[in-house]
């Protein structure tokens, strides 16, 4: 009785702690405008009234509308500075000052521990040091012929669809069948594992989409904020038995690729440098310096496998989804692509990564669709010290930072007529005078995306892959509204036709 008295009390001290934390900073940045909040619980009232993805995602958009380009809300105790402005996010991005992660990647530590995502400091300078080298030039070639087998592999799936339905050509869900392909193609280049059966895939990707929920489920439940209030919670059950699920598929990779090494089923070194550094796959790296260097331990291998397994299939496959989407709906740009591709490589010829190289108007559809359709629309980071925004607003110490990539890449005064798809926007001479923190679908700075050049070549080849073959054609639906999980998707099934040429 006297423990279950303590532990209230000393929840009641806490919360009580987090709310005068919270007022503190509400009165400091009180100047910055913000949407209209409970006095207490400030804009989680709205969150807990509308704790649905997609109207938060409104919710945000409507805010950058009427607030931005910088704005402030909080929840609970916790206040957000949002930024829009290409100067805030260079402030913030570009200098090695505000690297650390908003307590909001705290809500994966479970299952990514301190992976490369998620960690700051020493760890994080440490393990991208160590990472660096698995993205090589030397590397991403070899990948690519993982990349147009699993084309090739996607295109008899695609294939097999049309040919089970009757009546014309059907329309196919593309997020289920893209993320097959992008999932297989990470377990296969940075991990080395190849045929992971359907079933485990399956259960993979399911396990992610509930990570998705239960991350957004804690930003709108005010008590599951405070972790010792949610680990008593249901939904931390729940997500405790979907991070061991994860787990014991990323653990079961590990062995798989150690015991392949060990039996000298496949090559650990894939390349050497002329000063005659290793160049290895990124599982390979890492167990190398596990068992050569003793830098890392099992557990940090862990950390990084599942960053790589996420970060490096959900986000591609929904860039992949949006991409495919916007050319089925604009068929002459779908068409000049199909023409670069065609007056590029020759039709029977597997493309090469030169070949891939050479494709400027296929890259400015690229970048454009990830202007429109940022896989990653929002990151966050904490000030580790005070600065000044743009506006001359005094931002302090400790203050959480929200980047909206999104609204950023859909600001009219940087991109006019901002819905409408053009690739032109990235001709050189319409970038020359944009700024250079204007575009940012990888982030920027120290802390950008390490896999972008894998990414790109991915999509690339997944793009020549499939317009070689096929026609896409439009599902006549309204266009996609979105949410965000861990990453932007579409709300319901994006779906294309795929006619053969
Ligand atoms: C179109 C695909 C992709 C997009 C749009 C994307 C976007 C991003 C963005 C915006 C960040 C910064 C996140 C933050 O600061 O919180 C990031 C970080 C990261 N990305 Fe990607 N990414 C993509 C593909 C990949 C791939 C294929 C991999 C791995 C193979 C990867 C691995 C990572 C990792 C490990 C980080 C953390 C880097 C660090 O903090 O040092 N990403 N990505």
């Known amino acids: 009785m006297l423990g279950a008295q303590a532990v209230l009390w000393a929840l009641v001290a806490l919360v009580s702690y987090l709310l005068i934390q919270g007022f503190?900073?509400?009165?400091?940045?009180?100047?910055?405008?913000?949407?209209?909040?409970?006095?207490?619980?400030?804009?989680?009232?709205?969150?807990?009234?509308?704790?649905?993805p997609g109207k938060i995602f409104e919710y945000l958009r409507d805010c950058a509308?009427?607030?931005?380009?910088?704005?402030?809300?909080?929840?609970?105790?916790?206040?957000?500075?949002?930024?829009?402005?290409?100067?805030?996010?260079?402030?913030?991005?570009?200098?090695?000052?505000?690297?650390?992660?908003?307590r909001l990647y705290k809500f994966l530590g479970g299952w990514l521990g301190e992976g490369l995502l998620t960690s700051s400091g020493q760890k994080w300078q440490k393990r991208r040091k160590l990472l660096t080298p698995a993205f090589h030039f030397n590397v991403l070639q070899k990948f690519l012929d993982i990349f147009n087998e699993e084309t090739s592999n996607m295109v008899k799936q695609i294939e097999?669809?049309?040919?089970?339905?009757?009546?014309?050509?059907?329309?196919?869900?593309?997020?289920?069948?893209?993320?097959?392909?992008?999932?297989?193609?990470?377990?296969e280049t940075a991990l080395g594992v190849s045929s992971v059966e359907e079933d485990t895939m399956k259960s993979y990707r399911s396990?992610?989409?509930?990570?998705?929920?239960?991350?957004?489920?804690?930003?709108?439940?005010?008590?599951?904020?405070?972790?010792?209030?949610?680990?008593?919670?249901?939904?931390?059950?729940?997500?405790?038995?979907?991070?061991?699920?994860?787990?014991?598929?990323?653990?079961?990779?590990?062995?798989?690729?150690?015991?392949?090494?060990?039996?000298?089923?496949?090559?650990?070194?894939?390349s050497t440098t002329y000063s005659g550094r290793k160049i290895m796959k990124m599982l390979d790296l890492l167990l190398y310096a596990k068992i050569n260097e003793g830098t890392i331990d099992y557990e940090g291998i862990r950390e990084e496998v599942d960053t790589f397994m996420f970060e490096g299939h959900d986000t591609t496959a929904a860039a992949i989804t949006f991409l495919l989407y916007a050319l089925a709906e604009h068929p002459d740009i779908q068409e000049n692509v199909r023409k670069?591709?065609?007056?590029?490589?020759?039709?029977?010829?597997?493309?090469?990564?030169?070949?891939?190289?050479?494709?400027?108007?296929?890259?400015?559809?690229?970048?454009?669709?990830?202007?429109?359709?940022?896989?990653?629309?929002?990151?966050?980071?904490?000030?580790?010290?005070?600065?000044?925004?743009?506006?001359?607003?005094?931002?302090?110490?400790?203050?959480?930072?929200?980047?909206?990539?999104?609204?950023?890449?859909?600001?009219?005064?940087?991109?006019?007529?901002?819905?409408?798809?053009?690739?032109?926007?990235?001709?050189?001479?319409?970038?020359a005078n944009r700024h250079p923190f204007a575009y940012l679908p990888f982030s920027a700075g120290p802390r950008n995306c390490i896999g972008q050049k894998f990414a790109i070549l991915e999509?690339?080849?997944?793009?020549?892959?499939?317009?070689?073959?096929?026609?896409?054609?439009?599902?006549?639906?309204?266009?996609?509204?979105?949410?965000?999980?861990l990453i932007l998707r579409p709300e319901g099934p994006i779906n294309v036709k795929f006619v053969p040429i």
């Not at 402005?85 to 090695?96: A, F, G, K, N």
């Not at 009757?166 to 377990?187: A, D, F, H, R, Y």
């Not at 597997?350 to 990830?370: A, F, G, M, N, W």
């Not at 793009?463 to 309204?478: N, Y």
């Open 24 to 52: 503190r900073f509400r009165k400091v940045l009180s100047h910055i405008p913000s949407p209209p909040g409970h006095w207490l619980i400030g804009n989680l009232e709205f969150l807990m009234r509308n704790p649905y």
């Open 65 to 102: 509308q009427r607030y931005g380009p910088i704005y402030r809300f909080s929840t609970l105790h916790i206040v957000v500075i949002n930024l829009l402005h290409p100067d805030d996010m260079e402030l913030v991005l570009s200098q090695m000052k505000h690297m650390k992660k908003s």
């Open 160 to 187: 097999e669809m049309n040919a089970q339905s009757l009546g014309g050509k059907p329309l196919i869900n593309l997020m289920p069948i893209v993320t097959n392909l992008t999932l297989q193609s990470i377990t």
């Open 207 to 270: 396990n992610i989409h509930k990570m998705g929920q239960f991350v957004f489920g804690r930003v709108t439940k005010p008590w599951s904020l405070i972790p010792l209030v949610y680990s008593l919670s249901n939904d931390y059950e729940k997500e405790s038995e979907t991070i061991h699920s994860l787990h014991q598929f990323t653990y079961r990779v590990m062995k798989e690729r150690e015991k392949q090494l060990v039996d000298g089923r496949d090559e650990q070194v894939v």
């Open 340 to 431: 670069e591709i065609q007056s590029n490589i020759t039709p029977t010829r597997t493309p090469t990564y030169h070949d891939l190289q050479d494709l400027p108007y296929t890259e400015r559809v690229i970048k454009e669709s990830l202007r429109l359709y940022p896989s990653v629309p929002l990151i966050t980071r904490e000030a580790s010290e005070d600065f000044l925004s743009h506006t001359g607003s005094k931002i302090p110490k400790g203050t959480v930072l929200y980047l909206h990539i999104f609204d950023l890449h859909r600001n009219p005064d940087i991109y006019p007529d901002p819905q409408r798809f053009d690739p032109d926007r990235f001709l050189p001479e319409n970038c």
């Open 459 to 485: 999509i690339k080849a997944v793009i020549v892959g499939l317009l070689r073959k096929f026609r896409l054609e439009p599902s006549g639906c309204a266009p996609p509204s979105f949410f965000v999980d």
